[in-house]
C-alpha cells in the first residue's frame, strides 16, 4: 500500500505520456509541502524528490527511461528550480511560526509544572517515595551521555538507575517514575563535561580502517565526532547513532552524501507476498462501512483456518473489523488516554499481528529494556552492595520468550495526544530515546553472532512511536563502521472517518513489513 508521496508519483508518471519533474512538483506542491525531508537546503530537497522521480520513472516506464533521466538532469540544472524549493522552505519556516504563536499560551503552563516538578523533587516531597565494553570491529558501544547522575542541574533522560527487588518497592519506584515526568519533559539534556569525556573517549578507541568512508573522501564517524563537539545539548551522535532526516545531520552533509548514506547496505526483507497485497486491496477506495463489514465477512475462517497459513489475513481482518466498530461508535473523536489508545487501537494493530511468531512476545507497562541494562552493567563499576543498573523503560519491548536469552528486537513509545512532529515528546522519543534504546537491542545481537561482518549487515532493530492515532516506525541497522543508522518511516494516521479508511491498509502492511524483518533477526541471531 502506498502513502500520499508515492500515490502522487505513480499517478503523475502513469498519466503522462511526457513526464516532466517540473510540472511533477507544481501540480502536487501540496504533497512536496507536507513530505519529507524537511531540510532548508534546497539542493537536499531537490536531489531527493529528483531521486524518487527517477526510481519511480524507472519502475513504471522503463523503456523511456534515459529519456526521462535526461530531461530530469537539465530541469534540475535550471535555476527556477532553487526558486521553487526556496518558496517551498519559506513557507514551511511560515507554519512553524504560525504553529510556535498559538501555542504560544502554553509556556505558561509549562512554567507551572516545572514548579509542580521543583516541589515533587524536594526533600521533603521525596520522603513519600522509595529510594566498557571492549570497541568491537563494525560498530562502537554506545557513548550513553545521559546515565549519570544529576549533577549542576544537568537533566538525566535515563531512568532510576536501580532494580525493583520487590512487589511493594516496583509500586513506589513507578510511582515515582511518573512523578518526575514533569522532568522528563523539560526538554533537551545539557552535555557535561564528563560526558563530553566520554563521548571523546569513545571515539580515540574506535579503529579507523574499520570507519565508514564516504566516496566525496569524508569519513562519517570523524564528521559526527566534530559535530558532536560542536553540540551544547545531547544528541543521538553522541551515541554515533545517524538519522538520514534529521534536521542537524541533512546541513552537514552534502546531497549525494546522505544519499550514498541512505542507501548503504539496508537489510533485506521479503516483500508481502501477492496475497497479502491482494487482500489489502480488496478494501481499498472503500468508505462506505457496510461494504467493509460484508468484505470482512466473507474473507473469515471456518473451520479450514490454519495458522501458518491464515494468520495474517486473519490478523487483517481483526483489525479492520475493530476499526470499523470505533469509526461507527465515535470513539476515535473523543478525548482519550494513552492506555486507551493501547488496549482499543495499538494491541489490536501491532501486538496482535506477531501472534504467528512463537519465538517472541510484545512486553507492555513501562517495561525497561534488557539489552540497555546489559551495557551499563558492562561499563559500570560498582560498589560493595550497589544494585545492578536498569535499562530504559519503554511502552512496549518486543522480546524473546523462554528460558533462554532474553534477546530483544524492537520497541516503542507511546502518548495520549499527537500535536505534531515539532511536539516535544515526539522529537525527544524519535530523535535520541528510541534510537538509543534500538542500538542496545542491535549491540546485543550483533555480539550474540560475534560481529561477522556478513550476518551483521543483515541484523536490525525495529520502534513504533504512537501518539494519540498517529505513528511512525523507524529502523536501526549498522550498514558500515561504527555506525548505527537510524531510518524512518513517513507518519501514518489511524482514519478516524470512514472517508479516510484507505490509511489503514498503509498501516497494516507496514506492521506486516517489519514483523518480516524481525522474522529476518529472528533467524539470524
Known amino acids: ?37 524537511f531540510s532548508k537546503e534546497w539542493n537536499v530537497l531537490d536531489l531527493t524528490w529528483a531521486r524518487r522521480f527517477l526510481k519511480k520513472a524507472k519502475e513504471l516506464k522503463e523503456y523511456d527511461y534515459a529519456t526521462i533521466e535526461k530531461e530530469v538532469k537539465k530541469q534540475c540544472a535550471n535555476k527556477g528550480l532553487q526558486n521553487y524549493w526556496e518558496t517551498i522552505i519559506y513557507e514551511r519556516e511560515k507554519m512553524e511560526a504560525q504553529r510556535a504563536h498559538l501555542t504560544g499560551s502554553m509556556r505558561v503552563y509549562s512554567k507551572v509544572a516545572e514548579r509542580n516538578s521543583e516541589i515533587l523533587s524536594s526533600e521533603d516531597y521525596s520522603n513519600i517515595f522509595s529510594s566498557n565494553a571492549s570497541v568491537s570491529p563494525g560498530i562502537e558501544p554506545e557513548t550513553d551521555v545521559s546515565e549519570n547522575e544529576e549533577d549542576s542541574g544537568i537533566s538525566n533522560l535515563d531512568t532510576p538507575d536501580h532494580e525493583e527487588t520487590n512487589d511493594d518497592q516496583e509500586i513506589k519506584e513507578k510511582t515515582n517514575y511518573k512523578a518526575n515526568m514533569f522532568k522528563e519533559n523539560k526538554g533537551p539534556v545539557r552535555m557535561s563535561e564528563e560526558n563530553r569525556e566520554e563521548f571523546m573517549r569513545a571515539y580515540k578507541e574506535m579503529d579507523k580502517k574499520y570507519m565508514w568512508k564516504l566516496s566525496s573522501g569524508r569519513i562519517v564517524e570523524e564528521e559526527l565526532y566534530k559535530l558532536g563537539l560542536e553540540q551544547e545539548f545531547e544528541h543521538a551522535i553522541h551515541s554515533f547513532i545517524l538519522d538520514v532526516e534529521d534536521e542537524l545531520i541533512m546541513d552537514h552533509f552534502t546531497g549525494r552524501e546522505l544519499e550514498e548514506i541512505g542507501s548503504a547496505t539496508i537489510p533485506e526483507v521479503p516483500e508481502l507476498s501477492n496475497e497479502i497485497d491482494g487482500f489489502l486491496g480488496k478494501f481499498l477506495g472503500k468508505t462506505n462501512l457496510n461494504e467493509i463489514r460484508q468484505t470482512i465477512k466473507e474473507s473469515m475462517f471456518g473451520n479450514d483456518y490454519n495458522r501458518e497459513k ?14 470499523v466498530r470505533e469509526i461507527e461508535n465515535g470513539n476515535l473523536k473523543n478525548t482519550n488516554l494513552e492506555n486507551w489508545y493501547n488496549c482499543h487501537i495499538w494491541n ?14 510484545v512486553v507492555r507497562g513501562e517495561s525497561t529494556s534488557i539489552s540497555t541494562a546489559i551495557r551499563k552493567n558492562k561499563k559500570a563499576k560498582r560498589k560493595a552492595g550497589e544494585r545492578r543498573k536498569i535499562g530504559r523503560r519503554g511502552d512496549w519491548i518486543l522480546r524473546a520468550v523462554g528460558n533462554g536469552n532474553k534477546d530483544e528486537f524492537g520497541a516503542g513509545e507511546a502518548g495520549k495526544d499527537w500535536t505534531d512532529k515539532f511536539g516535544t515528546k515526539y522529537l525527544k522519543e524519535i530523535g535520541l530515546k528510541l534510537p538509543k534504546t534500538l542500538k542496545d537491542m542491535l549491540m546485543n545481537l550483533m555480539e550474540r553472532i560475534n560481529w561477522i561482518k556478513e550476518v551483521r549487515k543483515n541484523i536490525q532493530t525495529v520502534g513504533i512511536i504512537h501518539e494519540g492515532l498517529m505513528m511512525s516506525l523507524v529502523y536501526a541497522d549498522n550498514p558500515k563502521g561504527y555506525i548505527c543508522r537510524f531510518r524512518r518511516s513517513d507518519l501514518m494516521e489511524v482514519p478516524d472517518t470512514a472517508e479516510k479508511f484507505d490509511s489503514i491498509l498503509m498501516i497494516l502492511a507496514s506492521v506486516l513489513n517489519a514483523k518480516s524483518a524481525i522474522r529476518e533477526t529472528i533467524k539470524i541471531a
Open 1 to 37: 500500500m502506498a502513502d500520499n508521496r508515492t500515490l502522487a508519483l505513480v499517478s503523475y508518471i502513469e498519466d503522462n505520456t511526457q513526464c516532466s519533474y517540473t510540472e511533477f512538483l507544481n501540480l502536487n506542491r501540496n504533497v512536496v509541502l507536507s513530505s519529507q525531508p
Open 310 to 323: 491464515h494468520h495474517d489475513i486473519d490478523y487483517i481482518c481483526l483489525a479492520l473489523y475493530s476499526l
Open 348 to 361: 489490536i494493530i501491532f501486538d496482535q499481528a506477531f501472534g504467528d511468531i512463537k519465538a517472541v512476545a
